[in-house]
């Protein structure tokens, strides 16, 4: 990456995408984030892309909400002065029986891992130029339910694997990659290894424990920098080997 290289990440102020707003700044790149409320936790992760040498934009946006996901798209490359890569990455995590969920709960999950990726994606068509970079970040979920309870999510998040695949082949003449990391078991606080589920988790994991957001994150910076440029249509499993 040059030091003129800009990122919008979504859901940037906790977890994994804090953790990939933190390596992309460390790899040269001027970070800007949305998150939803916690603007403690937001003015964190700015202080630290700053102190990296980095411009930081920290932008409140509701990822169920689309005309505040395209707008805060617009507003990263207006601010920063372009737009080079887009991590699709604010998730929440519904999980109960199947025969409860309510049709807002459905909505709602669908709007941010479904939606909002879209419509990020062609906010960022118009900023993206030839060697940009898409990455959304799915779950190893998808290809294995481990558990019940997970009908809503796996629906939600499995809508990624073929959004990248297909936009992958549209976007290639114009240079721009599409690629889709899907974590396992990482330590954050939606899923923290000391949670009541986490024995569970790691009786499937290979490795016998949790990953950090930090190994999501290496794997993003891989894919948004110079060594990932023919690296498109992907779909990487960081799971610490739960679904081998």
């Given at each position: 990456?040059?030091?003129?290289?800009?990122?919008?990440?979504?859901?940037?102020?906790?977890?994994?995408?804090?953790?990939?707003?933190?390596?992309?700044?460390?790899?040269?790149?001027?970070?800007?984030?949305?998150?939803?409320?916690?603007?403690?936790?937001?003015?964190?992760?700015?202080?630290?892309?700053?102190?990296?040498?980095?411009?930081?934009?920290?932008?409140?946006?509701?990822?169920?909400?689309?005309?505040?996901?395209?707008?805060?798209?617009?507003?990263?490359?207006?601010?920063?002065?372009?737009?080079?890569?887009?991590?699709?990455?604010?998730?929440?995590?519904p999980a109960k029986p199947y025969?409860?969920?309510?049709?807002?709960?459905?909505?709602?999950?669908?709007?941010?891992?479904?939606?909002?990726?879209?419509?990020?994606?062609?906010?960022?068509?118009?900023?993206?130029?030839?060697?940009?970079?898409?990455?959304?970040?799915?779950?190893?979920?998808?290809?294995?339910?481990?558990?019940?309870?997970?009908?809503?999510?796996?629906?939600?998040?499995?809508?990624?694997?073929?959004?990248?695949?297909?936009?992958?082949?549209?976007?290639?003449?114009?240079?721009?990659?599409?690629?889709?990391?899907?974590?396992?078991?990482?330590?954050?606080?939606?899923?923290?290894?000391?949670?009541?589920?986490?024995?569970?988790?790691?009786?499937?994991?290979?490795?016998?424990?949790?990953?950090?957001?930090?190994?999501?994150?290496?794997?993003?910076?891989?894919?948004?920098?110079?060594?990932?440029?023919?690296?498109?249509?992907?779909?990487?499993?960081?799971?610490?080997?739960?679904?081998?």
């Amino acid at each position: 990456m040059t030091n003129m290289t800009v990122a919008l990440v979504t859901g940037g102020s906790r977890g994994i995408g804090a953790a990939i707003a933190r390596r992309l700044a460390a790899a040269g790149t001027d970070v800007a984030f949305t998150y939803q409320r916690d603007d403690t936790a937001a003015a964190a992760v700015a202080a630290d892309i700053t102190a990296l040498g980095r411009r930081a934009l920290a932008i409140r946006a509701d990822s169920a909400d689309a005309a505040q996901i395209g707008s805060a798209v617009d507003r990263a490359a207006r601010e920063l002065g372009r737009l080079d890569i887009l991590v699709n990455n604010a998730g929440i995590f519904p999980a109960k029986p199947y025969a409860e969920f309510e049709l807002a709960e459905i909505d709602r999950a669908l709007n941010i891992h479904a939606r909002a990726p879209f419509v990020a994606g062609q906010a960022a068509l118009a900023h993206l130029g030839d060697g940009g970079r898409i990455i959304s970040i799915g779950s190893n979920l998808t290809d294995r339910a481990l558990f019940g309870g997970l009908a809503l999510y796996n629906l939600s998040k499995s809508a990624l694997n073929g959004y990248t695949k297909a936009l992958a082949r549209e976007l290639g003449p114009r240079g721009i990659t599409v690629n889709l990391v899907q974590p396992g078991p990482t330590d954050t606080e939606m899923n923290p290894a000391a949670g009541d589920h986490a024995p569970t988790q790691r009786a499937f994991n290979a490795l016998g424990r949790f990953g950090a957001p930090e190994d999501v994150a290496e794997l993003v910076a891989f894919l948004a920098g110079p060594s990932g440029r023919t690296m498109t249509g992907a779909i990487i499993t960081v799971d610490g080997g739960t679904n081998a």
